[in-house]
C-alpha cells in the first residue's frame, strides 16, 4: 500500500474512494463568529424525519482534487455508479488505481467483474487497516467546514454545503497547511526513533496542533495524511 502511494504506477493514477455517513439533518454542535451576545442557537432536540445520506468520495493523488456525491444509500450499485462516473472524468487508455477498504459492496461481483473490463484496478486495504486509505484524513476537514455548528433544513441544503466545501478545498489545495508552525523540539529524553526530529504542526483546516516525528532534513509535503494509530503518528508522505 505504501509503495502504491510513494512509487505511483506510471501508466495511470491512484485514486482512493470512501464513504462519509451517515449524514442526518439534525443540529451538530460547535462554533462560530456572531454578533457580541447574540449567538446562532441550536435546538436541544429535533425529529429524524429526512432520512440519512451517504457521501462517496475520491481523492485523485496525481491532481489532488476530492470528488464526491451523495447517495441515499450505499450499496453495490451505488458504489458502481460511482465508480463509472470516476471512469469517464478519464481517458480509457490511462489505468485507475481505486483504492478501497473492505465494505462488503466494495468487493461485490458486479463491481469487480466492471472494474476487469475498464482498465480498473481495486486495491484493498488490510483488514482493520482501512486509515490506510488516504482520504480518510480529509472527512475532519469536511466535518470541521460543513456540519461544525451547523443545522441544514433539508438534505437538499446539506449537499450544496458539501459541494461547496469541495470547490473550496479544489481550489485551494496549494496552502501551506503544514508550514504555519515551524518550531522544532526534540524529546528531552530521546528522540522517538534515532534520526528523528519532533516537529509541531499547525491545521488551517482544522487550527488544532500535531507533533509528528519526522526523519532529519525533511519535511512534510501539502497535503500529507498524517493519522493517528494506537498514540503514533503515521505520516504516508513518501519520505524515505
Known sequence: MQSLYRNPPKDGRVICVDEFGPLSI??????????????????????????????????D????????????SKKHQDILRFLKVLRRRY?????????L????PHKHRTVTEWAAENNVELVFTPTQASWLNRIECHFAPLRSFVLRG???PNHEA???????????????????????SKRRSRFSE???????????YRSLYTGGFFRAALPDSSHVPW??????????????????
Not at 493523488?61 to 441515499?72: N, Q, R
Not at 477498504?101 to 462488503?104: L, W
Not at 446539506?158 to 504555519?180: E, Q
Open 61 to 72: 493523488l496525481k491532481a489532488d482534487k476530492l470528488y464526491g456525491h451523495v447517495s441515499s
Open 91 to 99: 481517458h480509457r487508455s490511462e489505468r485507475l488505481y481505486v483504492v
Open 158 to 180: 446539506l449537499a450544496t454545503a458539501i459541494r461547496s466545501y469541495l470547490r473550496w478545498r479544489n481550489k485551494h489545495t496549494a496552502m501551506p497547511d503544514f508550514y504555519v
Open 190 to 200: 530521546g528522540a522517538l526513533v534515532p534520526g528523528t526530529t519532533v516537529t509541531t
Open 223 to 240: 497535503p500529507s495524511p498524517v493519522h493517528t494509530r494506537l498514540g503514533f503518528l503515521l505520516s504516508f508522505s513518501g519520505l524515505n
Open 150 to 152: 451547523s443545522h441544514y
Open 26 to 59: 439534525q443540529p451538530f454542535s460547535g462554533c462560530g463568529w456572531y454578533p457580541k451576545s447574540r449567538p446562532d442557537r441550536l435546538p436541544a432536540t429535533y425529529r429524524r424525519t429526512h432520512g440519512v445520506r451517504h457521501l462517496f468520495a475520491a481523492l
Open 101 to 104: 477498504d473492505n465494505f462488503s
